[in-house]
């Protein structure tokens, strides 16, 4: 049997299992599963004005960070249906106490995320609870509380089952990342938006902007306007306020933005502003290791880097720097002989050199792992370490001393359509690491969709549902986990098609990535 028509009968039958666990008492469709849930067995239905209210609260909300994900909170449940029943006799949940308890709503790096949610069976007036050390603990609440819910057909109102509910819940790991890639392929403003809103609804916490690349540069750098001549077209740039508005759009759902500009490799759109940061006009890439002038560029960039994206880390990229360019330039080759230098170390000068630069302007800085293969015990002692290219370098980076994120390409590159969303669930960020101080130095892990055959139209269902599969991995605590990814198939299948309703191009699970479905069907089979 194929590896689809397999998937298929197992959703089927996950399917069949799922209609007769829910007769006997219902499975907790929530994504990704929260650290603790207990339950009744009451129904209650949602008012169609549903309340917030903030009693007991340190947090004034004077950004409307909170009010505004409410708001969202409240459609996402309503699903653009007619709330149109009546209420009369039924059990109604007026509103929801949201108590946080700190007053600050700046959206730090390792920010407690934690959050308690109760849901009563009994009282007058019925409120649910949430309370959270901050507004964004709360709004991982508000994002498990709509999962509760659900459209009733027949009453035409919003159902609620299984109260009384309490769930306590917080994340295993501070950085839960999705990598776009914008200089591969344009992104509208407004996908990656979409991207985020999705993001928010799986607990993800990091935006990986890739933006730039030897393809393309769309970012218009106010130091160096030249650099966005190297865009693919006039119209396929953003501005620095787009940068702006996306960086604040993120921080409002929770979501940071990390921004990335990958030197000295993977540099050639740059020299099409500015031509003497190549080499030559024949071998465009690394940028010039010779020249101050490169240098200056990398310092206004991230100089204006630093009034946008406010997050504590700065992604500099570093990884298949081919060095070739740098010998067979005669102008540079003397440089290095100058300087003493082979194709090495002037490699390990640029990376070095770059990470001055940018923690002289108040970031910490990621590299990808071949920074750390080529040359560890030189990386800046806070370096975070990137790792892509495969299993064991987690374990030798944190043995180190160094921080690591994790995003091994076998099993977390989407745009490896033949990943399938079970390795996505299945892959460990602390394989072989049984040290808990070691274990402490792994922030975390990324899903990365790189863009050379993804754009606009497809994105979406790219990224999800296997992106989800992950982000349970690095959410849930580890023995919530299911050893078998096999046994959370219904209740991803469930997550996909919430995706689906609330406008989420989510792929089938059957199938490799981005499957298109095999046959009619149920969303819940595909």
């Given at each position: ?40 067995a ?17 947090y ?49 790096f ?124 006039y ?23 990390l ?27 690394p ?77 910490e ?30 374990e ?32 460990e960020?602390l ?36 992106a ?59």
């Open positions: 049997m194929k590896a689809p028509a397999l998937m298929r009968l197992v959703l089927a039958l996950a399917v069949v299992g799922c209609c007769a666990a829910r007769q006997a008492g219902g499975r907790v469709d929530l994504w990704p599963m929260p650290a603790s849930v207990s339950r009744g009451r129904t209650l239905y949602v008012a169609r004005d549903l309340k917030l209210t903030t009693a007991g609260a340190g004034k909300d004077g950004k409307a960070i909170l009010a505004d994900a409410f708001r969202r909170m409240v459609a996402a449940i309503q699903l653009d249906h007619a709330i149109n029943g009546s209420y009369d006799g039924l059990p109604v949940l007026a509103g929801v106490n949201v108590a946080v308890r700190s007053p600050d709503d700046e959206l730090k390792g920010v407690d995320e934690s959050y308690r949610l109760t849901v009563p069976s009994t009282g007058s007036p019925l409120y649910a609870r949430i309370e959270a050390q901050t507004v964004y603990g709360a709004l991982h609440a508000l994002e498990t509380f709509s999962q509760l819910c659900y459209f009733d057909f027949i009453l035409s109102v919003t159902g609620l089952h299984w109260a009384p509910w309490t769930i306590v819940d917080k994340p295993r790991f501070p950085y839960r990342g999705l990598l776009i890639d914008t200089a591969r392929h344009y992104l509208p403003v407004p996908v990656i938006k979409s991207v985020i809103d999705s993001m928010a609804y799986s607990k993800l916490n990091v935006l990986h902007w890739h933006i730039v690349d030897e393809q393309s540069f769309p970012l218009e750098i106010p130091s160096y306007p030249k650099l966005s001549n190297g865009a693919y077209s119209s396929e740039k953003y501005t620095i306020n787009d940068a702006i508005d996306i960086v604040q759009y993120a921080e409002r759902r929770g979501v940071n933005v921004a990335e500009i990958d030197v000295p490799g993977h540099a050639g759109s740059w020299g099409v502003g500015y031509p003497s940061l190549w080499p030559s006009a024949t071998c465009q890439q940028l010039d290791v010779s020249s101050e002038f490169t240098f200056k560029v990398i310092d206004g960039i991230l100089s204006d880097f630093s009034k946008v994206f406010k997050f504590k880390f700065v992604h500099l990229g570093g990884d298949e720097v081919d060095t070739s360019c740098w010998t067979t330039t005669p102008r540079i080759k003397s440089w290095l002989v100058q300087h003493g230098m082979n194709e090495s170390d002037a490699y390990r000068y640029f990376v070095l050199r770059a990470q001055k630069i940018a923690i002289s302007h108040g970031y800085v990621i590299n990808w792992e071949e920074t750390f293969n080529n040359f560890g015990d030189k990386l800046d002692r806070k370096t975070v370490v990137h790792n892509w290219l495969g299993g064991g370098v987690a030798k980076v944190v043995s180190a001393g160094l921080r690591c994120i994790v995003s091994n390409q076998d099993k977390w590159y989407l745009d490896h359509l033949d990943a399938t969303w079970e390795g996505f669930y299945m892959n960020p394989t072989n690491i049984y040290n808990p101080e070691q274990q402490k130095l792994i922030l975390g892990g990324e899903v990365c969709m790189w863009g050379e055959h993804i754009d606009a139209s497809d994105i979406q269902q790219t990224i999800w549902p296997r989800a599969a992950a982000a349970e991995r690095l959410w849930t605590p580890v023995e919530r986990l299911a050893k078998n990814p096999t046994a959370v198939t219904a209740r991803l299948a469930h997550f996909r098609c919430l995706l689906n309703e609330r406008g989420v191009a989510a792929a089938p699970l059957a199938g490799y990535g981005r499957t298109a479905p095999s046959e009619p069907g149920s969303c819940m089979r595909q």
